[in-house]
Nanobody, 125 residues
């Protein structure tokens, strides 16, 4: 059974850090591009980052550049999203999803196939 599970969300103070994990079962993440998205209440889901399968090149939304880092650990079949300097505008449910490539429209939901159930990130003092 193909399954993707996100974890690592939680409550953090502004300026703090979290590392989200995207783990797969039933298939190998290494063969897929992986995207991270987020959705805040009342807002559309937005693309945060994408990492390719070929050379691990990355893409980031302007709102998170310099603060978030996406990476892979193929031995653990996991993709991570390291989030530093978290801001009050970052809280959302964060999702990971699979795609063929991180193309020019990597930030569009329709580029992705399998999705996880999400993990909640809350930023509050």
């Amino acid at each position: 059974q193909v399954q993707i599970v996100e974890s690592g969300g939680g409550l953090v103070q502004p300026g703090g850090s979290l590392r989200l994990s995207c783990a797969a079962s039933g298939f190998t993440l290494h063969y897929y591009a992986i995207g991270w998205f987020r959705q805040a209440p009342g807002k559309e889901r937005e693309g945060v980052s994408c990492i390719t399968s070929s050379d691990d090149s990355t893409n980031y939304a302007d709102s998170v550049k310099g603060r978030f880092t996406i990476s892979r650990d193929n031995a653990k079949n996991t993709v991570y999203l390291q989030m530093n300097s978290l801001k009050p505008e970052d809280p959302a449910v964060y999702y990971c999803a699979t795609a063929g490539i991180c193309g020019t429209t990597w930030y569009r939901e329709y580029e992705y196939d399998y999705w996880g159930q999400g993990t909640q990130v809350t930023v509050s003092s």
